[in-house]
């Protein structure tokens, strides 16, 4: 009996626990690469986005900011050909898009 009255209060503790909301926010996109620097270059120079130190200084990492508190991880995969899915994506939002696809063009 001395056994069951604390694990009572454990199983109405832990369902209590679950059925609380959590607050959960995005915190960073992870893409695996097959050239680190040519889509570190594509990242900065087309795209425009400002990079973020990257704390792993390894080679295979490059951080960039994507917006309110947001980043994009690009890292080194492998250097063969994957197979990639239209459907698994990553949208950005411009201000102007005939000035982006402008932009693009150049």
């Keep these: 009996m001395k056994f069951f009255i604390p694990f009572s209060l454990f199983i109405l503790l832990a369902m209590s626990a679950s059925s609380q909301k959590q607050n959960i926010s995005l915190n960073h996109i992870a893409l695996y690469v097959e050239d680190l620097a ?3 270059q594509f990242y900065r120079e087309v795209i425009g986005l400002d990079t973020v130190p ?3 200084k ?3 990492h490059a951080w960039f900011k994507i917006g309110n508190g947001l980043t994009l991880h690009v890292i080194q995969g492998p250097k ?3 197979k990639q899915y239209r459907s698994t994506h990553t949208c950005f939002s411009v201000a102007d898009i005939d ?3 402008n ?4």
């Design 58 to 60: 390894d080679g295979l």
């Design 54 to 56: 990257e704390p792993f």
């Design 103 to 106: 932009h693009l063009t150049k």
């Design 99 to 101: 000035a982006f696809i």
């Design 80 to 82: 063969e050909k994957l």
């Design 38 to 40: 040519k889509s570190s």
